[in-house]
């Protein structure tokens, strides 16, 4: 039989998708066409969706999930800066086009999937050829992409792309994705709870505690369609207080997402004296539960713990219906790792498209975004282990 060389068509819609495209999509929620049409029809203002198909002959083979993102009107280093800006004026300036090979409003590899792993040299290969073509439609429409980045992927899942003739690209290793991992002994919150030391013991009994008087229920579509306006307030006062921020959420993102993902996509409201302070969301995808993203009220917050009371009924949720990890993504590294969270490393590469300015990408992409330092706890008992 013949051999075929890869070949990619890139699509700017979910409907124009090949029919198999679920099939290769099956292993991972985010390249489904499910929550692919959830970023069709609610993604950030400034982020456009395009979606690339690897063929063998007429064969699919391969889909990945590509992002153009305009970052000019987003505040990007939220409220670290104030007033003028020139570290924002220069990144505005020099680096806010961007082209990325993968989810920027998620942490983990949910860039692609091949049948064959075999192919994966060839693959990729193949999606920094679709990425130049992309850039090159985007400056036929008078935009200049200045960067292109593909994310994020662990060390064991970082392929060879220097293999495939990747060139000129810095990795990049930031804040890491933090996983939550059930025992396997924990069939209930209990057990987890038996396995904690004395001191976070004490802590999750505190955290309970203050949030007395909290109510805490799951949101169906029309509920989200009615708090909306509240959601939203919510949710950017934490997106606010983020240190780099590349896009904003629409006010009716999380009712499409419901209405799109149903059941794997479950909405929790906290509600006190009947008003709606905060919510978290989190996503069935496999054996894990993906955390997304939350809001709350500032001056309820720190009174009531409810960070903290999230994070754990986001623990609770996965052990009592036995998910394997929850993903808890980047950020807030330490309050994390005291319910139990692991740092997994993740790594990035990055290139700009000015040969001169791409030279020094090292010293600027470490002076955009400086190394978070932060202590790392074990909340459980010595002799219990800890796997991610």
Request: charge should be positive; proline fraction near 3%.
């Amino acid at each position: 039989m013949p051999t075929h060389t890869l070949h990619y068509k890139i699509y700017n819609s979910v409907a124009a998708l090949p029919q198999q495209w679920d099939t290769l999509a099956q292993p991972n929620i985010f390249l489904s066409t499910a929550y692919l049409s959830v970023l069709e029809q609610s993604a950030p203002e400034n982020l456009t969706p395009h979606f690339i198909g690897l063929f063998k002959g007429d064969a699919l083979c391969g889909i990945a999930l590509a992002q153009y993102i305009n970052l000019n009107g987003v505040n990007t280093l939220g409220q670290r800066e104030k007033g003028f800006c020139l570290r924002e004026y220069f990144f505005k300036k020099f680096s806010s086009q961007v082209l990325v090979l993968g989810n920027n409003m998620l942490t983990g590899q949910n860039a692609y999937l091949l049948s064959d792993r075999n192919d994966e040299v060839a693959a990729l290969r193949a999606f920094e050829n679709a990425l130049l073509e992309l850039k090159k439609q985007y400056r036929k429409k008078g935009t200049h992409i200045n960067l292109i980045t593909i994310k994020d992927f662990n060390e064991a899942e970082l392929p060879n792309f220097e293999a495939a003739g990747y060139s000129g690209y810095y990795k990049f290793c930031t804040q890491p994705n933090m996983i939550f991992s059930k025992r396997e002994h924990w069939d209930k919150m209990e057990d987890y709870l038996a396995d904690l030391s004395t001191k976070y013991r004490t802590q999750y009994n505190r955290a309970r505690k203050k949030a007395a008087g909290i109510e805490k229920r799951q949101l169906c579509c029309d509920e989200i369609l009615q708090q909306s306006a509240t959601i939203q307030q919510l949710y950017l006062t934490v997106a606010g207080n983020a240190s780099f921020n590349t896009f904003h959420l629409p006010e009716h993102h999380f009712y499409t997402f419901k209405k799109l993902l149903g059941d794997n996509f479950r909405f929790y409201g906290y509600f006190l004296d009947g008003k709606l302070v905060g919510f978290n969301t989190l996503i069935k995808n496999g054996a894990d539960m993906d955390t997304y993203f939350l809001g709350y009220d500032a001056t309820i917050q720190k009174d009531k713990m409810l960070y903290l009371n999230m994070l754990y009924d986001m623990a609770a949720y996965s052990i009592n219906k036995q998910f394997s990890h929850v993903i808890y993504g980047r950020s807030a590294m330490e309050i994390k790792s005291s319910v139990g969270a692991q740092a997994e490393p993740v790594y990035g590469l990055i290139k700009h498209t000015s040969p001169i300015i791409n030279r020094s990408m090292e010293c600027l992409f470490q002076y955009f975004e400086p190394k978070v330092s932060w202590n790392e706890r074990s909340p459980f008992k010595a002799e219990v282990p800890v796997t991610v």
